[in-house]
């Protein structure tokens, strides 16, 4: 891209589909707790569904940035190749890892011995858990060859794919709610599978002709070595392992604190909530490595359009929780009981400014991909995760709600991975400048 060609035209354009692909996913979330919500028994199969899912998240966690590798790396038939089997590699051994942590005694030492939950509560983890057996691999495949698509401007086809996935999630929750006697949060845990699945699927197919006609076509000087694959992966891969694995230990602090059953039963709706908001931060990260070209013109123009999109977000968020909307969103969509709405609002509103946080750490955490800084992620991960579990060790001394504890933690680890991130920051740039000279 020449100098100044970069517009915020332009930017919104590529980022919008991409946007819009994390926004539907987003939706995911709310609609299968809201479904679980209306079925019988919903405070157990709620908690059951955030603590399973939360496992799911930290197995899932070293493909996360597949996308972003995928997205940087594949340039040729050469590295192609070597990135889609260090792909299958990885997928193999996170479902192997997701196998132990299903074996019953490791299982029951996770969730009775070290959580503290009740045997009823531990039973339905336990089966969900199952049920999410093939969710994390298919989350890798799937990312590997969206990231194929981000490369080659592509994008709109994630939305497509996103779009199948989540009338999947629809119909089958609905199926399953209304045609069988499954509790709810094997219900959630069943949909999620199926349709992540069927999704991975839908995106290789839309990406076969690029591959066949493009990507296996070209042949170029890059040499894609697995050596200078680990170097570069391995940080991306230990920063989703760091900040996934913070969820389920803040959930094990929870399961301790007080009001564990209302708060463990409440977060997985919160959190869904806010993801909705978070989710135009998630979705920038790619956008910025595969737009960032170091000019000041440019840079700036990137600069620009992650301030317009986080005083957006927040303003909108802000506005939902100081209206009578809050009450709208937690009772009417996400069905909670009217005794737990007041938690749910009390810590969604902890969480106001945490979607504008993740749209800087987005931003911050490109320019670091491009200037090769990815160690610098890992460590500021580090400093967000020592951050939130230290919080959480000092907030439960203070008998705070374990819900309340754990969103201060959320944010205030958030802030502190930020000022890290800024301290390099500029090195970063200063890596951008000598790249490309």
Do not use: C
């Amino acid at each position: 891209m020449k100098k100044g060609e970069l517009t915020l035209k332009y930017i919104f354009k590529f980022w919008f589909p991409i946007a819009l692909t994390w926004l539907m996913m987003s939706f995911e979330g709310p609609y299968t707790t809201a479904v679980i919500a209306r079925l019988s028994d919903a405070k157990y199969n709620l908690a059951a569904y955030g603590i399973a899912f939360s496992f799911a998240l930290i197995v899932e966690a070293p493909i996360i940035m597949l996308m972003t590798a995928s997205t940087a790396l594949v340039k040729n038939r050469q590295s192609y190749k070597k990135l889609r089997n260090f792909t299958f590699l990885l997928n193999f051994l996170i479902t192997l890892i997701m196998g132990i942590v299903l074996i019953p005694k490791v299982f029951n030492f996770i969730t009775i011995t070290l959580m503290g939950l009740e045997k009823r509560l531990a039973i339905l983890v336990y089966h969900a858990t199952a049920l999410l057996l093939p969710w994390p691999a298919a989350i890798g495949f799937r990312r590997f060859y969206q990231g194929i698509l981000i490369a080659n401007n592509k994008t709109k086809r994630i939305a497509y794919g996103t779009v199948i996935r989540i009338l999947t999630v629809i119909i089958s929750t609905l199926l399953l709610a209304n045609f069988t006697n499954f509790k709810g949060v094997y219900v959630g845990a069943i949909s999620l599978s199926f349709a992540v699945i069927f999704e991975a699927f839908v995106i290789y197919a839309m990406t076969y002709e690029i591959i066949k006609d493009r990507v296996l076509k070209t042949e170029s000087d890059f040499n894609l070595t697995y050596g200078y694959l680990a170097t570069f992966y391995i940080p991306l891969a230990l920063t989703s392992f760091i900040a996934l694995g913070v969820q389920p230990i803040v959930t094990f602090f929870v399961a301790k604190s007080r009001l564990a059953l209302d708060s463990l039963a409440v977060l997985p709706v919160v959190t869904s909530f806010i993801f909705i908001f978070r989710s135009m931060g998630l979705s920038f990260q790619e956008v910025g490595v595969a737009l960032m070209k170091y000019d000041d013109e440019n840079f700036n123009t990137l600069k620009t359009f992650v301030f317009m999109l986080s005083v957006i977000v927040s303003f909108t968020l802000a506005a939902i929780m100081l209206t009578p909307a809050r009450y709208l969103w937690f009772q009417k969509v996400a069905g909670l009981s009217p005794d737990l709405i007041p938690l749910a609002v009390q810590t969604a509103s902890i969480l106001v400014l945490l979607p504008a946080l993740s749209i800087l750490i987005s931003w911050q955490r490109s320019v670091l991909v491009n200037a090769a800084l990815t160690r610098h992620i890992t460590y500021g991960t580090i400093v967000e995760f020592v951050s939130i579990v230290v919080l959480m060790l000092v907030f439960l001394k203070m008998n705070l709600i374990g819900a309340h504890a754990a969103a201060l933690s959320f944010i205030l680890g958030r802030a502190a991975a930020n000022i890290y991130f800024h301290q390099i920051y500029k090195k970063g740039i200063r890596n951008l400048v000598l790249l490309k000279d």
